[in-house]
């Protein structure tokens, strides 16, 4: 089976140099990429492919459940190697609907490590206790929460450190929050866009779980 990745490779790198020989070239040159990336590790949502986009083209971190821990030294690394170096003007937090994170979160099974690195979600959870309660069907549950859990992510990224020196710099950044219905690939703008401190603000200011 690892030989058919392999050869999987050849044949993408040979396609690659048909379509256009210095692709590579180019490639192996500093990237300039007006984007990052903050996704789900799932293997359904290839970030690139999604927003047809070529490789060099979207500087990607992806992690369990698309969170934006402020602690972890892995997130902080790739936040602050787009916006200081290649001076990034969008970055965008993107979830799916269906995410096994999310179902992980919502259940009452323990699963050892992960729960810890999901403890953010449950916790979002519990504070929409009251509305998710409401809802029956558990598909729809965990795709509620999905969407909570963007409006909540984008709000982190736009209070992070480096996000918030950025801005002070005058640097152009928008910070956008999609999420992605793997059944029909076509991405929804949840309209959480910022592009300031002020508009984090206003973004915290707007009710955890508001209805409908």
């Given at each position: 089976?690892?030989d ?11 396609a ?22 903050i ?20 500087f ?73 309660d409401?809802?029956?069907d ?20 736009g ?11 005058w ?42």
């Amino acid at each position: 089976m690892i030989d058919t990745l392999i050869r999987n490779n050849m044949a993408w790198a040979r396609a690659r140099m048909r379509a256009e020989s210095p692709f590579f070239m180019r490639l192996s040159e500093q990237q300039a990429t007006e984007y990052l990336w903050i996704g789900c590790s799932a293997s359904q949502v290839p970030a690139n492919e999604v927003v047809g986009l070529d490789p060099g083209e979207l500087f990607v971190h992806r992690n369990m459940e698309n969170l934006a821990p402020s602690r972890d030294v892995n997130f902080l690394s790739v936040l602050q190697c787009p916006l200081k170096v290649l001076k990034v003007g969008h970055s965008i937090v993107c979830g799916h609907y269906g995410c096994g994170g999310v179902r992980a979160a919502l259940d009452s099974d323990r699963r050892g490590l992960i729960d810890y690195w999901l403890q953010p979600v449950a916790d979002l959870a519990h504070r929409c206790a009251e509305r998710l309660d409401a809802i029956t069907d558990f598909t729809t549950k965990v795709n509620d929460t999905c969407q909570q859990n963007m409006r909540a992510q984008v709000e982190y990224v736009g209070r992070n450190r480096f996000v918030f020196d950025a801005w002070c710099r005058w640097q152009t950044l928008a910070i956008h929050g999609w999420i992605y219905p793997i059944r029909d690939g076509l991405i929804r703008n949840l309209d959480l866009t910022v592009e300031k401190a002020r508009d984090v603000e206003t973004l915290a200011r707007r009710s955890w779980c508001p209805d409908g």
